[in-house]
């Protein structure tokens, strides 16, 4: 079975752009939540969706947002991105909220 | 608000010995999982164990086990018979008993092992 999917795997985008990044959880699984790990820090928590809903969402600022869709895939956008939004953002996955928790290879933003 | 400390940035082993990697956190709750995640070079965070909070028997995976220590708030990862490929970061987590997939990491502890 194939794992938490996740895409692009890297992306250079310039200050004040905007990026999608996609996500696919395990097949079965209905909760996605999205993490950001910025180089020598351990990942922070973004949001997370569960049967399409948004469940919970970190201290982040109103330019991230998210969505998940009716196959349980995810996207999570980021506009006027900043230097320091420069990161590897991981997508996770679980059957449903509050149980084992999956991870994916991340998708690592480069923005300059 | 919850917080994860891991105090050792780095450690090494040398192959089949054992190392202890240590975490501390903070909570104000009685029911809670901790967890101990590794990241190898692929970047992919891979669960090596998982502990409940309300059982006091210490979980163990194979050569991978945990010291849980509730009242001191304390949750070290022993790995035995190190191998070189247990080289990896290891980030310790909690995650409050909800219906929540939010973790809270601490930054983590660089392994290198040595043949």
């Known amino acids: 079975d194939a794992g938490v999917t996740q895409s692009p795997t890297h992306l250079i985008k310039t200050r004040g752009q905007q990026v999608t990044l996609r996500c696919s959880p395990i097949s079965g699984h209905k909760s996605v939540s999205w993490y950001q790990q910025v180089l020598g820090q351990g990942p922070q928590f973004i949001f997370q969706?569960?049967?399409?809903?948004?469940?919970g969402r970190g201290n982040f600022p109103d330019r991230f947002s998210a969505r998940q869709f009716p196959n349980y895939s995810s996207e999570l956008n980021v506009n006027a991105l900043l230097l320091g939004d420069s990161a590897l953002y991981l997508c996770?996955?679980?059957?449903?909220?509050?149980?084992?928790?999956?991870f994916g290879e991340g998708s690592w933003l480069t923005v300059v | 608000a919850q917080t994860v400390t891991q105090s050792q940035p780095e450690m090494s082993v040398q192959e089949a010995e054992t190392v202890t990697l240590s975490c501390t956190y903070d909570?104000?709750?009685?029911?809670?999982?901790l967890f101990w995640y590794k990241q190898p070079p692929s970047r992919q965070m891979i669960l090596v164990i998982r502990q409940e909070a309300y059982k006091q028997q210490n979980a163990t995976e194979n050569r991978f086990s945990v010291n849980f220590q509730k009242a001191a708030k304390s949750f070290s990862l022993k790995i035995s018979d190190s191998q070189l490929g247990d080289a990896a970061m290891y980030f310790c987590a909690y995650r409050r008993r909800d219906n929540t997939d939010k973790l809270i990491f601490g930054t983590g502890t660089r392994l290198q092992v040595f043949p």
């Open positions: 909570t104000s709750e009685s029911d809670y999982y």
């Open positions: 996770a996955s679980s059957f449903w909220a509050g149980n084992t928790i999956y």
């Open positions: 969706y569960y049967e399409k809903e948004e469940r």
